[in-house]
């Protein structure tokens, strides 16, 4: 089942990521919109238009030449909605890839950068087969690089066969070098899950690519060893096989791409791997200011209690001196008797001395008798 997104966000949210991060089939458009062209194509399908910011791109490319785009996509930001809503040349499917295309018609080129997984690629390349005819098209594939080349993503595992899943989860992350997943790392926030091992037989978008072309030969890959990988999928036998190889191959072979990839992977790891800390860092200041708040109010319980021990230990005082008074009296009486017995004096009483004594006591009232008088 998919989880709610957690109550905090501990990856930017997508259109922040979107900036820190170039992830949009947009990044390849001067090799991609060159290639329609020398295909002389007038119909593409983007699997997956997310929000739009390449269909945007296609619709225009389409408009100029009274082309067609067909976008797929089972949850299409608004964006995207208005934006192919609004386009004379544009049409959106709202389902998965897998139950769009068998009944579409063909198409002389296709972006697949839907639901990057084993079972969904090889069935979407068998579709676009299927419906092509004898002339297989020209197909962009994205994501056949780290890290769903050998790792299955899920958006919607529940629409696949239960045997074509691979364990998954959708709350760690990946990270380059780690089969397993990680706590940090490149995370789906409850977006999409990531398949638990990475690697092994039927895992991963360029698995599936490979598996497909081991029975085709006549099918060739160029990849673009940048922004998540793009897969080129042709036949080397069409008329503008020539072109299309050359075009990419300029961008293939370059191995400055390949690191600078693996850089701006590691280094985007990394961000992520900071921003974790300074997220476990804030829940741990919080914990710290919530244990302080509770000691300033035992503090301030303390010094209640402390206050009301003190007077009683005022009352408890007065009321020793008073017992020690009250016994200190009849041993005066006592020896006042001792004293005056035999004779005819009257010794003092203790209630005599006390009355005598009280207004001497502490705590006791002032005399009246030495107040200044009332005016
Ligand atoms: C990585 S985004 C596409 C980005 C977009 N192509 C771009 O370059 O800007 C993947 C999109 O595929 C959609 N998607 C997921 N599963 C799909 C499926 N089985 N068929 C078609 N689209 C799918 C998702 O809803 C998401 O919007």
């Known amino acids: ?94 389902c998965i890839s897998l139950e769009a295309l068998p009944a579409m018609p063909p198409s002389d080129v296709y972006l697949v950068d839907g639901d990057h997984n084993y079972f969904t690629l090889l069935h979407e390349l068998e579709a676009i087969e299927a419906i092509s005819g004898p002339a297989f098209p020209l197909v962009f594939i994205h994501d056949v690089g780290w890290p769903s080349g050998r790792r299955d993503m899920y958006y919607s595992p529940e629409t696949l066969p239960a045997e074509a899943v691979h364990p998954y989860d959708y709350g760690r992350g990946a990270v380059i070098g780690s089969s397993d997943l990680v706590e940090t790392g490149f995370r789906g926030e409850g977006e999409f899950a990531w398949a638990e091992a990475e690697g092994g037989p039927a895992n991963g978008v360029l698995t599936a690519v490979e598996q497909f072309l081991a029975d085709r030969p006549q099918l060739k890959l160029q990849v673009v060893p940048c922004v998540f990988g793009l897969g080129v999928v042709y036949p080397s036998d069409a008329p503008w096989a020539d072109a299309v190889g050359a075009l990419v191959r300029t961008y293939e072979e370059i191995p400055l791409l390949e690191r600078l990839e693996q850089n701006r992977l590691d280094l985007y790891l990394h961000v992520l791997a900071l921003q974790r800390a300074q997220f476990e860092q804030g829940l741990h200041v919080r914990d710290v200011e919530v244990e302080n708040r509770g000691l300033w109010a035992r503090v301030h319980e303390l010094e209640a209690e402390m206050a009301g021990l003190s007077q009683r230990s005022q009352q408890l005082a007065v009321e020793v001196a008073t017992t020690v008074a009250a016994r200190s009296f009849n041993i005066a009486e006592l020896l006042s008797r001792l004293h005056t017995r035999g004779s ?7 209630a005599r001395m006390r009355s005598l004594a009280e207004p001497l006591l502490p705590g006791a009232p002032p005399d009246s008798s030495t107040a200044s008088p009332a005016p």
């Open 1 to 94: 089942m998919r989880p709610s997104p957690p109550a905090v966000d501990q990856n930017p949210p997508r259109s922040e990521r979107g900036g820190l991060l170039l992830y949009s089939l947009a990044e390849f458009r001067e090799i991609i919109l060159e290639c329609l062209d020398l295909v002389g194509g007038r119909s593409v399908v983007e699997i997956g238009g997310e929000d739009g910011t390449f269909t945007a791109e296609l619709l225009s490319w389409a408009a100029a030449r009274d082309g067609r785009v067909s976008c797929i996509d089972p949850t299409p930001s608004k964006g995207l909605v208005d934006l192919v809503e609004t386009s004379e040349v544009g049409e959106l499917h709202r």
């Open 344 to 350: 005819d004096k009257p010794g003092i009483s203790a």
